[in-house]
């Protein structure tokens, strides 16, 4: 799988209202990319993924079993092209596209 995503990071002891505020941030990017936004320069300005952000979210190539459960499998589950939904895993909440 290739996947580019946008990461709305939150800390593990993050308080609701910070985790809201976060989900709501990444409903706010699945706005934008229904509208046209283009992926990669909401990547570079909001995720906070510092080893994908710059790339315009690009995470490479990964087999199954490398990334955490529900990210993998809200990626594998689209088709070349298509964008996620809001993602929430530890890391907190992404939005993923397939490449």
């Known amino acids: 799988m290739h996947a580019r995503h946008i990461l709305i990071g939150v800390p593990a002891d993050a308080s609701a209202a910070d985790r809201s505020k976060a989900r709501q941030t990444a409903q706010s990017v699945v706005g934008q990319l229904k509208r046209g936004a283009r992926f990669e320069d909401i990547a570079r300005k909001l995720s906070t993924d510092t080893g994908s952000a710059q790339n315009g979210g690009d995470v490479g190539f990964f087999p199954k ?18 964008t996620s939904g809001v993602v929430e895993t530890p890391f907190g909440f992404h939005v993923i596209r397939t490449i």
């Open 65 to 82: 079993g490398q990334m955490t459960p529900a990210f993998e499998q809200a990626a594998f589950a689209l088709k070349p092209g298509q």
